[in-house]
C-alpha cells in the first residue's frame, strides 16, 4: 500500500496570506487528489492533480483560489490563496494507481485553521 | 456517479457484529462498492470493495443484494477502535477515477 505524508500537519494562519501544502507519496502513483474537509463534514473533492498540467477543478473551486503543481509522480503541492476564516478545514491529500490499483490512499490531512 | 443512502448514525455493543446498510439503487452495471472508513482526525481508510459477488477480508464482509441496489457492511466483531465514520461509494473501478464522498454513517461501539 501507498504510504502519504503531508506537511505542515497543522497550521494557524493570518487572513489574506497564504499556505502551501505538500503531498508526498513514497511510490508513483497514477493519480493525485485533493480534498478539504470542513469541521463536521464529509470530504469534498477540490480537484485532481495532474502530472504535467494543470489541475481539473470540482465545481465551486477555481485555480486561482487553490493553486495546484504535481511536477512528478510522487509529489503533489495545494495552496490555499487569500485566506479567510472561511478556509478552515481539513485538507487532505490522496492518491490511487500505481502498485494499488482499486484502492485510494490518503493522508493524514492538514489542519488550517485561519483568524 | 450514482448516489450511496446511509443512515446517519449507529450504535453497537462492543464484541457484537456491526451490519452497517447502503442503499444505491441508481447503480451501474460497471460500478462498484466501496467502502471507507474515517477515524476521529485521520484520512479516510479503504476497507473493502465488491461488484456483485460477497466479499470478505480480514477487516471486513460486504453482501451486496443480488439486485445490487444496496448492500451490508458487516463488521463481525466490533471494537472500540471501529469506532468510526463509514463512508459507503459507488464508482467505476479504475485507478483514475476519483471518489466522492457522501454524509456517511458515525458508528458508535459502547463497551
Known amino acids: 500500500s501507498a504510504v502519504i505524508s503531508q506537511k505542515p500537519s497543522r497550521d494557524i494562519c493570518q487572513r489574506g496570506t497564504s499556505l502551501t501544502i505538500q503531498c508526498q507519496v513514497d511510490?508513483?502513483?497514477?493519480?493525485m487528489f485533493w480534498y478539504r474537509q470542513q469541521p463536521g463534514q464529509s470530504l469534498t473533492l477540490i480537484a485532481t492533480?495532474?502530472?504535467?498540467?494543470?489541475?481539473?477543478?470540482e465545481s465551486g473551486f477555481v485555480i486561482d483560489k487553490f493553486p495546484i503543481s504535481r511536477p512528478n509522480l510522487t509529489f503533489s503541492t495545494l495552496t490555499v490563496s487569500n485566506m479567510s476564516p472561511e478556509d478552515s478545514s481539513i485538507y487532505l491529500c490522496?492518491?490511487?494507481?500505481?502498485?494499488?490499483?482499486?484502492?485510494?490512499?490518503f493522508g493524514p490531512g492538514t489542519r488550517l485553521t485561519v483568524l | 456517479d450514482a448516489k450511496t443512502t446511509q443512515p446517519t448514525s449507529m450504535d453497537c455493543a462492543e464484541g457484537r457484529a456491526a451490519n452497517l446498510p447502503c442503499n444505491h439503487s441508481t447503480i451501474s452495471g460497471n460500478e462498484y462498492v466501496y467502502w471507507y472508513r474515517q477515524i476521529h482526525s485521520q484520512g479516510p481508510q479503504y476497507i473493502i470493495h465488491g461488484l456483485k459477488n460477497n466479499e470478505t477480508n480480514e477487516m471486513a464482509s460486504l453482501i451486496i443484494t443480488e439486485d445490487r441496489k444496496s448492500s451490508t457492511l458487516i463488521l463481525p466483531h466490533a471494537t472500540l477502535r471501529d469506532t468510526a465514520v463509514y463512508y459507503c461509494i459507488v464508482r467505476v473501478a479504475k485507478s483514475t477515477d476519483k471518489l466522492i464522498f457522501g454524509t456517511g454513517t458515525r458508528l458508535q461501539v459502547f463497551p
Open positions: 511510490s508513483q502513483v497514477t493519480m
Open positions: 490522496s492518491a490511487t494507481g500505481g502498485a494499488s490499483y482499486n484502492e485510494q490512499f
Open positions: 492533480a495532474n502530472q504535467g498540467s494543470e489541475a481539473t477543478y
